[in-house]
């Protein structure tokens, strides 16, 4: 009997491809490093995804952590963020609670409102804030806590437990239109918001404000070595999380280790430039296949999977979940968590055509966006650049919206919307530009949804290529 465990040795060797046992130790070890870089791209995107966005506001503006940068008026292309919303006022504070607890004084809605979302380093959603937020329109003191905080927070504010040291706030300041006069409203109460330390509550310093309109802002993913990077100082700069340790070694593996330098030979960058190619095409083929459709038969999806809201929303506790690959896709394609999804807003994308094909610059496309659409404020749609995600670039123009000026209606209510090189004659209100020589994809918001949307009543259509 105790021949049993070396036969059954001996067996599974005999099973190993004889080219295995041809590769050095170099080369296995490099495969490895491959392997697992590909699998850290997908786990590490929606760190690395926030890190990029940190580190570009400090390199290309005067923001700093813990003040706010915002956008003077609607985004335009040169936001290279993923998949912004250019029908509002965006403004952004990157947080960090490693010097203590750090207060997000949002205003009630009066005169404007917010549709604010709160994450911690992993996007994972704090809270939402705003009308369809914890403080319900009324005005908040959101109260971030760093990991392991034990002291006393006082009465009145509302506690955010976050397990990183960071984070940031996504807070859209809703327009009415596009009037000079309603933008500067929109701009005047996204002001009105303050971020100060707890300790100074009593006596808040003036938040400071930095507008990056007019800026280069690219965060778009990289997919090379320079991943590996920003994938680093998150592993430098925040907690392991016990959902996570599964990963330490796996990043030792290629290089990154806590309370280590992050140092790569010119020859480990060139692998890791590989995995970070293998794994974008992971990701884009799963984003190819579409997720789970709204409606039967028609092609719009929502913009997350239910499986990655309800993980995401429940603080990834359910010991039996964690859907990383899917959160790996939902983070190529964009930015924030939403505590309370429906409420706020909600996210529909198409990346193909009626027909299955994908969006083609070199095409013209038409939308029927029918009457009565289920919302208390809004609807938009954007268009894409599907190879970053980003808006595209050049373009002096990127969605259409029920409140963008001039656009028309048919008599009955309908409005159709058109994507294309070149606008149909006389539909250029109704039209969206799009870069002839290169693929697209489409984000169909809608602000304040309503009950039709969900109980399928109203229902969008699928977009057309015209003849």
């Not at 010119?266 to 409606?295: C, M, Q, V, W």
């Not at 002096?396 to 209510?413: C, L, N, R």
């Amino acid at each position: 009997m105790r021949r049993l465990p070396f036969l059954l040795a001996a067996a599974a060797i005999s099973l190993v491809p004889a080219h295995v046992w041809a590769l050095t130790a170099q080369e296995l070890r490099d495969r490895s490093v491959e392997r697992r870089a590909v699998e850290a791209v997908i786990w590490g995107m929606p760190a690395v995804n926030a890190d990029l966005m940190l580190q570009e506001m400090l390199s290309k503006t005067k923001a700093k952590v813990n003040e706010v940068v915002y956008w003077s008026r609607p985004v335009n292309w040169q936001n290279q963020t993923l998949t912004p919303n250019p029908d509002s006022i965006y403004l952004m504070s990157f947080w960090n609670v490693k010097d203590g607890p750090l207060v997000i004084d949002v205003p009630s809605a009066e005169g404007g409102s917010f549709a604010g979302n709160i994450v911690n380093a992993w996007q994972m959603p704090l809270e939402d804030a705003g009308p369809e937020g914890a403080d319900k329109g009324k005005g908040g003191k959101y109260v971030i806590l760093p990991p392991g905080y034990t002291g006393v927070t006082p009465p009145g504010y509302i506690v955010l437990k976050s397990d990183t040291f960071s984070g940031f706030a996504l807070l859209r300041s809703n327009l009415k239109s596009h009037a000079d006069a309603d933008i500067e409203k929109s701009v005047t109460y996204g002001k009105r918001l303050k971020i100060y330390p707890l300790k100074q509550a009593a006596n808040p310093p003036p938040t400071r404000f930095t507008d990056a309109f007019g800026t280069l802002f690219d965060a778009t993913i990289r997919y090379d070595a320079s991943f590996f990077v920003n994938l680093d100082r998150i592993v430098q700069t925040e907690p392991w999380l016990d959902r996570d340790r599964a990963m330490i070694d796996q990043l030792k593996t290629i290089g990154i280790e806590k309370g280590k330098p992050y140092t790569p030979e010119p020859s480990e960058k060139k692998i890791l430039d590989t995995a970070a190619e293998e794994a974008h095409a992971l990701l884009s083929a799963r984003y190819d296949e579409g997720f789970p459709a709204l409606n039967e038969g028609i092609r719009w999806f929502p913009a997350a999977m239910a499986e990655m809201v309800k993980a995401a929303q429940g603080g990834y506790a359910d010991p039996n979940s964690y859907p990383v690959d899917v959160r790996g896709v939902t983070y190529t394609l964009g930015f924030t968590g939403i505590k309370r999804i429906g409420t706020a807003q909600f996210y529909l994308m198409a990346n193909k055509d009626k027909d299955g094909n994908a969006f083609d610059g070199g095409k013209t496309y038409r939308l029927v966006v029918p009457a009565d659409a289920p919302v208390k404020q809004y609807w938009s749609v954007t268009a894409y650049d599907r190879e970053t995600h980003a808006l595209i670039r050049n373009m002096d123009k990127a969605s259409v919206a029920s409140i963008t000026p001039g656009v028309q209606k048919a008599a009955d209510g309908s409005v159709e919307v058109f994507f294309g090189a070149k606008a149909p004659a006389g539909k250029e209100a109704n039209w969206v530009p799009v870069d002839p020589q290169r693929k697209f994809e489409l984000l169909f918001r809608l602000y304040g949804p309503e009950k039709p949307l969900f109980d399928k009543s109203w229902k969008l259509p699928d977009v057309e290529k015209m003849p």
